[in-house]
């Protein structure tokens, strides 16, 4: 919710006398004044509805791919608040502001105030419409096709993939396994047999797809830090390809930006087993993007900070995509360092 929309809890009213509940108003009216001249980003919520707002929009939590994000604590938020200090002293600023309610739960403010800015507008109406569509993916995922949402972000996609060209992706890219470097050899960072390929974020289960990330360490924070040894084999791409871009929200368009911002794409997995719902939009968007004969989309990590990870759809051509480069152990990170020998 906007931070313009600050208002009063609902026991404003019935706890303040006339006086007091006339300065309130303005306060809260000297507050927006204040915050204004600060041009801080619009979207407002406080402790209360911080986890709440962060699970709804995971890459907010993360403040990148376009995410502005700051936070605010009103005690030092009165020090520098020339309007607000006009209108009551320290101590009714912190007795009255009991009475200020968040502009997104309406609970009572709080000592913080965490504000956001994303790359599409209209944040809190797609709140709805992602929450609705986010349980039909849990209770009967076919029906997503239908969903008005789901059929925006299809032709978006469709729109999007006729303009791509293809392209050269720089760098080195990387896969890990679960062996150590005297266990392991070139063949096992190749494409998964369809008989043991099960559900991931951007494939059915029996339709195997490369994943690879972008640095050793976002391989290793994808494989969920594994405690044992752990090789990494690097590749290079050799032929350019049609890259479905994620990591740039500007370039998509407002459905499929807010989809990718919200937890039915970036949400982390915890779930080992079989039931991974928070995958069926991803994986629709994979086949979205497979229709349109688009080779690989690049996606932001959900594990690791300003991570990205590339999934390569065409499995029957990845050897001809990518040549392998080297392979070598992986050392977990210390003090913060992280490393591949």
């Given amino acids: 919710m906007a931070l313009r929309d600050i208002a009063l809890t609902e026991n404003a009213t019935a706890d303040l006398n006339e006086e007091d509940f006339d300065t309130l108003g303005w306060l809260v009216d000297a507050i927006l004044e204040d915050l204004d001249s600060r041009d801080l980003p619009s979207i407002a919520c406080c402790d209360a509805c911080y986890d709440e707002f962060t699970s709804t929009w995971p890459l907010a939590r993360l403040g990148i791919y376009g995410v502005e994000q700051t936070s605010m604590g009103f005690d030092i938020f009165y020090q520098s608040a020339g309007r607000v200090q006009g209108v009551v002293s320290k101590t009714e600023f912190e007795r009255l502001m009991e009475y200020v309610a968040c502009p ?20 809190r109406q797609l709140e709805s419409s992602l929450s609705r569509l986010s349980a039909l993916a849990r209770r009967t995922p076919f029906f997503v096709l239908a969903y008005p949402l789901a059929v925006q972000v299809r032709r978006e996609i469709s729109e999007l993939s006729s303009r791509l060209l293809p392209r050269t992706l720089p760098g080195n890219w990387y896969r890990g396994r679960l062996k150590s470097i005297e266990e392991a050899c070139s063949g096992d960072f190749g494409p998964p047999p369809k008989s043991i390929t099960q559900e991931g974020r951007y494939n059915h289960a029996g339709r195997p797809v490369v994943y690879l990330a972008d640095a050793p360490a976002t391989c290793w924070e994808e494989c969920r830090r594994p405690s044992g040894p752990f090789s ?10 049609r890259i479905l871009d994620l990591c740039e929200p500007d370039g998509l368009d407002q459905g499929l930006a807010a989809m990718l911002f919200s937890s039915l794409m970036s949400a982390p997995s915890e779930n080992n087993g079989w039931d991974r719902p928070e995958y069926t939009i991803t994986r629709f968007v994979a086949d979205c993007a497979r229709f349109e004969s688009v080779d690989g989309i690049l996606y932001p990590s959900t594990r690791f900070g300003n991570g990205s990870n590339l999934v390569v759809l065409d499995v029957e051509g990845f050897a001809g995509l990518a040549s392998f480069e080297e392979m070598s152990p992986f050392f977990r990170p210390t003090a913060g360092v992280f490393s591949s020998g």
């Fill in 104 to 123: 997104r739960c309406f609970r009572p403010i709080g000592p913080n105030l965490y504000a956001f800015e994303f790359p599409f507008d209209g944040e």
């Fill in 232 to 241: 990494i084999a690097r590749f290079a791409f050799k032929h350019p390809l």
